[in-house]
């Protein structure tokens, strides 16, 4: 019933900064939570940050360097990702929670070059 697409994935330079957009269609309640995990090769999928009504959590290895919004009149959530470290590469998955479950996009890969 929910439809999520993310964009903004990419190659960058340590340092550098990305943008990954996460555009949510179908049936959508207005009550919900919307998020990015990310996954490292190898390794299990960690949460990156979480946004519900006016709230923001980080995972402590992002915070000061990504920020969570969403635009709810465009269903979209964003994550800003400024000073991006080698570390922070992985595939990025967007997630939408509402009363019903989970909904999880595809994936971005976002890789950070030393």
């Known amino acids: 019933q929910v439809q999520l697409v993310e964009s903004g994935g990419g190659l960058v330079q340590a340092g550098g900064s990305l943008r990954l957009s996460c555009a949510a269609s179908g049936s959508l309640f207005s009550i919900n939570t919307m998020g990015w995990y990310r996954q490292a090769p190898g390794k299990q999928r960690e949460l990156v940050a979480v946004i519900t009504t006016g709230r923001t959590n980080y995972a402590d290895s992002v915070k000061g360097r990504f920020t969570i919004s969403r635009d709810n009149a465009k269903n979209t959530v964003y994550l800003q990702m400024n000073s991006l470290k080698p570390e922070d590469t992985g595939v990025y998955y967007c997630?939408?929670?509402?009363?019903?479950?989970?909904?999880w996009g595809q994936g971005t890969q976002v890789t950070v070059s030393s």
């Open positions: 997630l939408r929670s509402d009363y019903r479950g989970n909904y």
